[in-house]
């Protein structure tokens, strides 16, 4: 069974940063990418931003500038720094798992949600 532990969400001050973490947990031979969404109250979650296993990025326009994500491989953990943080960026943050290859077929995760609030 694989799990994605989320953690590092919270209040802050625009122009503030955080950092989120995800782990990923289990008999994991292999995850194709592994990224965060969002989801504001009342909107559609969207990508925030993505890295592949190939190191391939792809981020939402608006944060383009402001958000970095990385991985530390053998963690399968992600990270996402976020910098100049707007009270747009209000949401539940969520980590996903893409194609994770386990001892059954590959399937995507998600995450539990990690409430992230810019406000003053």
């Known amino acids: 069974q694989v799990q994605l532990v989320e953690s590092g969400g919270g209040l802050v001050q625009p122009g503030g940063s955080l950092r989120l973490s995800c782990a990923a947990s289990?008999?994991?031979?292999?995850?194709?990418?592994m990224g965060w969404y969002r989801q504001a109250p009342g909107k559609e979650r969207e990508l925030v931003a993505r890295l592949t296993s190939g190191d391939s990025t792809n981020y939402a326009d608006s944060v383009k500038g402001r958000f970095t994500i990385s991985r530390e491989n053998a963690k399968n953990t992600v990270h996402l720094q976020m910098n100049s943080l707007k009270p747009e960026d209000t949401a539940v943050y969520y980590c996903?798992?893409?194609?994770?290859?386990?001892?059954?077929?590959?399937?995507?995760?998600w995450g539990q949600g990690t409430q992230v609030t810019v406000s003053s």
């Open positions: 289990g008999t994991i031979y292999s995850i194709n990418a």
């Open positions: 996903n798992a893409e194609k994770v290859v386990t001892a059954w077929r590959p399937q995507d995760y």
